[in-house]
């Protein structure tokens, strides 16, 4: 895997977080003019959270954190310090913040490892594996949730201003369908068969219409076999600790919006349920957003997913929500990002120079 270090740079651009900020100010400029029920009385309701709430939301965000910085060093096999692991979970979050959902920091992450001092061949097989981990949760997690939700997860569609509801029973589904059959593809290609994998990858780009992406699909195909490598010896205790990680990591994420919400309104059990339900449609709504880091998208949804169980309060709940748990990564990614280029290029650079 060769990595194109100015592209990477590119993307790890401090000044790249003015885009996302810019597309979630125009859009929540937007819902304040065209909403009648959005004004200067409205916005002052944010005063009116629980103090005991938000310290709540706060606790699921640092849990949330903790949990990636945990994972992170395990799967590595604690190649990674604390300190560099949480340098590695906040430039990742950073990398995501500043680039559009379905493109996502996978290279970025990658890179990042590596020049953390892991090679590029277990940088990538961690950050597979990752990625797998968080896709199965979605797809083990998501029947569960439904169950639970007891059919209540879909917003009813006649209080919806667009009339989006069948729509997104429609995307859920087939979002769902396209995420299980990758991740069970994708894993079954890691853990238990690479080559067939490859072979299958490359019958597949032999096809004349897509035959000039072979050599792609042979680098790709080689790549997994690598990444397979790392993980052959590994044994249960090193997947039961990830898996749980993984379990808490969203979790978490998740309880933070339930805990937000309470700020301004109480919610029975059922409605903790489905709160938390919902949030496993937004998530695939945000996956498929083509603005950075899904700013704008995720603020205008919002209320079509939570407005029920927010009372005059859904539009500042909104900001909150995006306040506490999106752009604190772009201010700490471009703080730490130039920290980050001297521990890692110039030190390394004197070192050199020493010997």
């Known amino acids: 895997m060769k990595l194109d270090n100015k592209k990477i740079f590119e993307t790890l651009n401090p000044n790249k977080i003015w885009v996302p900020v810019a597309i979630g100010l125009v859009i929540v400029f937007l819902m304040f003019y065209l909403d009648p029920t959005v ?21 699921f965000i640092l849990m949330r954190d903790a949990g990636y910085v945990y994972r992170i060093r395990e799967i590595t096999d604690k190649h990674l310090t604390w300190i560099r692991a949480i340098y590695v979970i906040i430039l990742w979050e950073f990398a995501s913040a500043v680039t559009p959902s379905i493109v996502g920091g996978t290279a970025v992450a990658v890179f990042i490892l590596n020049k953390e001092g892991i090679k590029l061949g277990k940088a990538l097989a961690f950050v597979m594996v990752t990625a797998i981990l968080d896709n199965l949760f979605f797809v083990i997690g998501a029947p569960i949730i439904l169950f639970f939700a007891q059919g209540h997860i879909f917003p009813d569609a006649r209080s919806m201003e667009l009339r989006l509801g069948n729509s997104l029973q429609y995307l859920f589904w087939v979002s769902y369908a396209l995420y299980a059959i990758y991740s069970l593809i994708m894993a079954a290609a890691l853990f238990y068969r690479p080559r067939v994998f490859k ?74 349920i489905i709160v938390f339900a919902r949030q496993i449609i937004m998530w695939i709504v945000m996956m498929i957003s083509p603005t950075p880091g899904s700013s704008g998208t995720a603020e205008f949804f919002f209320a079509q997913f939570f407005s029920e169980f927010l009372t005059g309060y859904t539009f500042v709940t909104s900001i909150v929500w995006r306040l506490l748990s999106y752009y604190p990564y772009l201010i700490l990614g471009a703080i730490f990002l130039p920290r980050w280029i001297k521990q890692v290029f110039f030190k390394k650079k004197k070192k050199v120079k020493k010997k």
Do not use: C, P
């Not at 790392?230 to 090193?238: A, L, M, S, T, V």
């Open 39 to 59: 004004n200067a009385r409205t916005l002052r309701g944010v005063f009116d959270a629980s103090a005991g709430s938000i310290l709540l939301a706060l606790l």
């Open 199 to 272: 072979w299958l990858l490359l019958k597949l780009f032999s096809i004349r219409w897509i035959r000039k992406w072979k050599s792609n699909a042979n680098e790709y195909g080689n790549q997994i076999i690598t990444a397979s490598r790392e993980f052959k010896d590994k044994n249960i205790n090193y997947w039961v600790s990830i898996g749980l990680a993984t379990v808490f990591i969203w979790s978490s994420r998740y309880f933070m919006l339930n805990a937000l919400i309470t700020a301004y309104e109480s919610l029975s059990f059922n409605q903790h």
